[in-house]
């Protein structure tokens, strides 16, 4: 009878630990994806029976979805590589749950004083971040800049990171936007962001993807930065 008690008391702590993983499976899909079962397992130290169980459950809740993706290098041969990526359904599971009264304030703001008033609310949204950086920015070595600015959006939940571009320059990745919903009827929110993503590096940068638009990713290129001539040199260090 003790043994039975016992066995009924553990089994709460052993869902709760079932859960918990498959949540950080789950946030590793959203932050890195899309992502192997390998690759999965070997960040979180899962065995590959543990993995999969994970995936098929989330895979079942919609939370999750399969793509395919050919290896670098082959053309035609070998198996495609299997990926797990976060559905729209898994990314809203993360959101914030201040969607609708964002958006009814947007549009509030917008029917009262227009278009440009959104405009001057996204600016100021982003305003924030780049008082932070824009100043830091000067003592960052131009080759990490990219990569701070990625950690700090981290830090603020966009789940970023930095890599360089096949043809040149380097290219932000944001895998969660807590504002995507009102973003997409908003698309102010993202002009401003990316403004502020030019000013904040110093050098032009294009939006290639957003989470608003329906993109798996948010993804930005970044331009190599231009050299500095002679006189600007000079401004900056005051000779």
């Known amino acids: 009878m003790k043994d039975a008690q016992e066995a009924a008391s553990a089994r709460p702590s052993a869902v709760s630990a079932e859960t918990g993983t498959r949540a950080r499976v789950a946030r590793l899909i959203l932050e890195h994806g899309p992502i192997t079962a390998a690759a999965l397992g070997e ?4 065995t590959p029976a543990a ?3 994970h995936l098929d459950a989330l895979l079942a809740d919609g939370m999750i979805e399969p793509r395919t993706a050919r290896p670098r290098g082959q053309r035609g041969r070998g198996r495609p590589a299997k990926l797990f990526a976060i559905t ?3 990314r809203s599971a993360f959101e914030h749950a201040y969607d609708g009264l964002a958006g009814s304030a947007l549009r509030f703001l917008a029917d009262r004083l227009g278009e440009e008033a959104v405009t001057d609310f996204a600016r100021s949204q982003v305003s924030g971040l780049v008082g932070r950086l824009r100043t830091a920015m000067r003592d960052v070595p131009a080759s990490e800049r990219v990569r701070v600015l990625a950690e700090a959006l981290s830090a603020d939940g966009y789940a970023a990171s930095a890599s360089r571009a096949a043809l040149g320059g380097e290219q ?6 807590p504002v995507a919903h009102v973003a997409a009827e908003f698309p102010q929110l993202c002009e401003a962001e990316t403004e502020a993503f030019a000013q904040i590096l110093g050098t032009p940068v294009q939006r290639l993807a957003t989470i608003a638009h329906g993109d798996g990713v948010c993804t930005t290129h970044v331009s190599p930065p231009r050299p500095q001539t002679i006189d600007e040199t000079s401004k900056e260090t005051g000779r």
């Open 51 to 53: 993995v999969r169980r």
């Open 172 to 177: 932000l990745c944001q895998h969660h936007c």
């Open 88 to 90: 729209d359904a898994g």
């Open 43 to 46: 960040r979180l130290g899962l």
